[in-house]
Structure formats: C-alpha cells, structure tokens
C-alpha cells in the first residue's frame, strides 16, 4: 500500500453515494503501512528523509481518515433509511463496517420506539398489526373482509399491493405495520401513498376515503 493506493480509494468514494467494494483487509493493510513509515522514521539518515516521511505518515493518515469518514457517512444514512422502516440491500461493507451498520439500525430503532411511539401515545407491547385493524393480510383471509371490518375506521385508508418486505413502522394511526411482498392491505391514506411515492406498494382500485 502506498499514498496512491489511499488516493484513489479515496477518489472512488467520492464519485458515487453507494459504497464501494472494499477489501475486508484494507483498514489492516492501512494501518500497517503507518507502522512501517514510522519504524522507516526511527532509522532516517538526516533531516530531510526525516521530513519526507513525517509528510508520508501525515498525508496516509489524512486519506485514510477521509476513507472512513466518507464511508461512515454512507453507512449512516443507509442505516437511518433502514431503521426508518425502508428494507435496502446494503452492498460493499466490511464486516467490521456491517457491524457497525447492525449497531446503528439498532440503536435507532430502540430510538423510534423509547421516543417516537410513546410520542404518538402507542401503547408498548401492543402485537404489530399487518393491516389497519390488527388482522391478518391478504394472505390469511380474504379482502372484502379486511374492507368491510375497515368501514368504521374514522379515517381515509386506501387498499395498496406490497411489492416488497417492509419492517415494522408505526402508521399515523398510532398502529403498528409489518408488511411482506405481495400483501394486499389495508392502510391509513397517507402511508400508503409514501409507499407507492417509493415504488414499495402500488395502489389498487378498490379503496376507502
């Protein structure tokens, strides 16, 4: 590894917003060309091989830092979209970096459930619901009853196809979600449009409100 290996791993995260693939060795790699420059410090001959290294040692420090800063900041909006209940395929990380992906969706979500649902007055250790009642999918029962069951719901609610899985979100109904590709449920209105807004869901004719 040399300054321009560091150089165009960096120049690779900065022109794209996805992570780049990364070999699961490089901070490993990174860190022991560090300890080789400063042992190549101890024995410099003068001066001036003693100040072209100490340049070395700060300039691969500084690429390696802008490495991880840039990748840390993707992951950290990877893992704020996925705890927010979005489900993304997250590609390129090293398992010291998905580790610290795991910790973030974890911390979050532990987050929206201390902060944001008791802020929304959901009751803790009500089941997640899979339609707007609490019931079963599509999957388990037909849809005329989900409807019909739904009719007395104060509220604009619109019958959407789930085109993928969504982890559990609470709805602005107060109600929790967790929904599967190819559900055909019931939502509150406005979730579901913020669905099919994202290509997750796509609405279907027969709707409420």
Do not use: H, W
């Not at 974890?106 to 250790?125: D, H, Q, S, W, Y």
Request: net charge negative; proline share 2%; charged share 25%.
């Amino acid at each position: 590894m040399n300054l321009e290996d560091l150089s165009n791993r960096l120049a690779l995260e900065r022109e794209s917003d996805r992570l780049q693939e990364l070999d699961g060795s490089f901070y490993e790699a990174a860190a022991l060309y560090v300890r080789q420059l400063e042992g190549a410090r101890q024995e410099a001959a003068d001066y001036k091989e003693l100040a072209m290294i100490d340049d070395e040692i700060k300039n691969a420090r500084i690429l390696i830092e802008g490495v991880f800063d840039r990748r840390m900041s993707k992951i950290i909006q990877y893992a704020s979209i996925f705890a927010a209940g979005t489900r993304i395929t997250v590609e390129g990380m090293t398992e010291a970096e998905k580790n610290v992906f795991d910790s973030l969706v974890g911390t979050l979500e532990k987050g929206r459930n201390e902060i944001l649902m008791p802020a929304l007055e959901v009751a803790f250790g009500r089941n997640a619901a899979k339609n707007l009642l609490g019931g079963a999918t599509s999957k388990e029962q037909p849809i005329e009853s989900s409807l019909s069951l739904n009719k007395d719901v104060g509220q604009e609610v619109m019958m959407v196809k789930v085109l993928r899985d969504v982890p559990l979100f609470v709805g602005v109904d107060g109600r929790q979600y967790q929904l599967s590709g190819e559900d055909v449920v019931v939502l509150p209105k406005a979730n579901a449009l913020v669905l099919c807004n994202k290509n997750i869901a796509v609405p279907l004719q027969n709707q409420q409100g």
